[in-house]
């Protein structure tokens, strides 16, 4: 009978995280979609400019657009008249130009006429005598009221660059050149398979001594809250074949393999055996709770994870090291936690050489810690964040100032 | 001709956002998703438990289940003898029972046989005279490194309430019940049209004095980005008979209208008329920059926004009222930006009277103003956050210390 062996040194959670992010790099697919479908997600290519926008200069005010020289000196006590030629709405191309003594009404973002170099608000202009003359009530200066035709964009330059994360407004500069589709990086993709022969998919009945599947269920909402793809190939038995066959799988589908469970050493060992025959381990163990039976492995380029089977570890060590790891595959930022003060609402103990992740519950300043097991997926999910005991503290007292990093 | 009429009153941005927030209330729609699909959801039903989890005693260790009184006196150096009785793998029942002088190899996470009420680790053991006895190093007391049937979720209680958003953990507690679909509340719907017959959709050649539709994929990302449903109806006509036409259809379809454009006076006095016959009119004019011709009716209780046709305005201003808006009829929290200080890179002017929000660009701790004119998109598009000066403020000087709220 199978004792297990011992994990190999456990390394420090920094050298751990150095170790994975060392074998990864920014994922190099890509993929077009639709421009309504591409919100946050990562430009793949420079978006060059084919055109100025807007193409033509435009007024940026409802008003009468005339040669400034005609307005000079027009006041309030003083004004001036100019003979109406026309109207020119948004999107209509002029019927004719403004010579000298003339002015045309202008909507905003109307084109300006030929002729006219500037355009008077309609706050200072006035309709007499039944509409056949204009009063102007204020100068302006040549260019005063119209807008450039490159004021936005102009053509030849490349206001969105490969690399840029498309937010809604780097969406509207895609649309104001036109263009409707867009290159983007292809998600990291993460299969995800779950192990424990106890574990049942969810809608079965449970047997004595079973329990439903959870693992798969929170990587797989983790994954895609981190910006990857989820694909879950399903439970596997613990067998050595089964394993194997699954690892291929996964790494024939995937950018990252997540292998979840196996809680006895028996399974681990035989997760470690399996891994192991397809690449290098990076490390089997690291020095934090919960998680600390985690096993990492570069097969070929691509990473294959073993996380513990209790679903609290297995969660919360596989956040640990997949927001780092999909960030840099993803190309995006990695999310920094909103952290709150808090004075903790009992003693803690922890173990000196593992730095801890203390679940806590906020109740009016007060951290209370909410771990429960590392088997009860409740001690995440009732927590409203955790707070961090670095490796070397031991303990930490009963109204303790801690930085609660929010869930 | 026209030549608009005046904004009614200006409303302060606060007095505007109270207006139309009194307006709505939470979706109370619902649906049913697949337990993959419920990330970031909001749970519509109360989760009760209607078994324990786990439900049954449980190893939380590898190693042997024993009575905890045959253990008593065990150490190192004073080791006692137990004959091993068989063993139990994680799913399996035990297939005997521990007697006195016995005990059972137990992987963690496997059922707890009968008579044995502890566990002693693997590692304060060993096999001896060819695996037919086990030595015992340890003593443990009952009960110890065995997990209650119900340490996770005991039957009865609720760990899951209406109104929590569903994070990786909480889908992780419904899986642990075996609950493979969730009823979530709906997302508002958001129904967005665009006018404005200068706009163009994307993909068309263009014309002279035409441009690219910008604010309907603007605004429908934005939407997505709260957590809302997007319906693009697409670009409507300037005119009466079309704009009713679609404010019908939008309310028909959606829980809010968004109407984008008309930058020009007539154009927003067209869609005042529309609008004010089908509702009472909440506020049209807001002192807000930029932003200010913003529009908000209540149309028997959904609301619809007119809001500014320029690009920058258009979004900046739609951000403003959907945010806060979606928030309460998602029934999810408000998002807080996260600002940084630094120092604002040259004299800023503003107006007395209207919120003004500064777009910058951060270099360096030092805040670089990156508006152009409201009708450039690249305005916010090239920002990394923005400067909120208050509406008593006329003046910022170079060097000043402002807080930039990031995009």
């Keep these: 009978m199978s004792r297990g062996r011992p994990f190999r040194a456990l390394v420090s959670l920094e050298e751990a995280l150095e170790r994975v992010l060392s074998r990864v790099g920014p994922v190099d697919r890509t993929e077009t979609v639709p421009i309504d479908e591409a919100l946050d997600r990562v430009l793949a290519q420079d978006i060059k400019a084919t055109m100025d926008v807007p193409g033509f200069e435009r007024s940026a005010m409802d008003g009468y657009a005339v040669r400034a020289e005609d307005t000079y000196g027009a006041t309030d006590m003083e004004p001036l008249m100019l003979r109406p030629v026309g109207t020119v709405h948004a999107g209509e191309v002029p019927s004719g130009t403004v010579g000298e003594g003339e002015c045309m009404y202008v909507a905003t973002g109307a084109m300006r006429p030929e002729g006219a170099d500037s355009v008077v608000m309609v706050e200072y202009t006035e309709e007499v005598d039944g509409g056949t003359m204009t009063m102007i009530r204020r100068a302006v200066h040549p260019g005063e009221n119209v807008s450039r035709r490159d004021a936005d964009i102009k053509e030849g330059t490349v206001p969105l660059r490969a690399g840029a994360r498309l937010g809604a407004s780097r969406i509207g500069t895609a649309a104001a050149l036109g263009v409707s589709e867009l290159e983007v990086y292809a998600r990291p993709v993460v299969a995800i398979a779950g192990t424990g022969n106890e574990v049942r998919p969810l809608g079965e009945e449970l047997g004595p001594g079973q329990v439903y599947d959870i693992n798969t269920h929170t990587i797989s909402a983790a994954v895609r809250g981190l910006g990857g793809t989820a694909l879950v190939l399903g439970l596997v038995r613990d067998s050595h074949e089964a394993l194997s066959e699954a690892l291929d799988k996964a790494l024939a589908m995937a950018d990252i393999a997540v292998f979840t469970g196996g809680s006895s050493v028996g399974e681990r060992d035989l997760l470690v055996d399996v891994f ?25 380029g691509k990473l294959a994870f073993g996380l513990p089977g209790y679903p609290t570890s297995c969660l919360s060590s596989g956040m640990l090291f997949l927001e780092p790891v999909l960030a840099k595959m993803g190309r995006r930022p990695q999310a920094t936690p909103v952290a709150v003060e808090a004075r903790l609402g009992r003693r803690v103990v922890s173990t000196i050489g593992r730095t801890q992740f203390l679940t806590v519950r906020l109740e009016d300043g007060t951290a209370h810690p909410a771990f429960k097991e590392s088997g009860a997926i409740t001690s995440m999910a009732e927590a409203d964040g955790y707070v961090i005991i670095p490796s070397n503290v031991d303990l930490m007292d009963r109204d303790e100032q801690v930085e609660v990093h929010m869930l």
Excluded: S
């Design 276 to 300: 192991g025959e397809r690449g290098e381990v990076l490390f089997h163990g690291v020095q934090v709770k919960p998680g600390k039976p985690v096993l990492a492995v570069d097969c070929g």
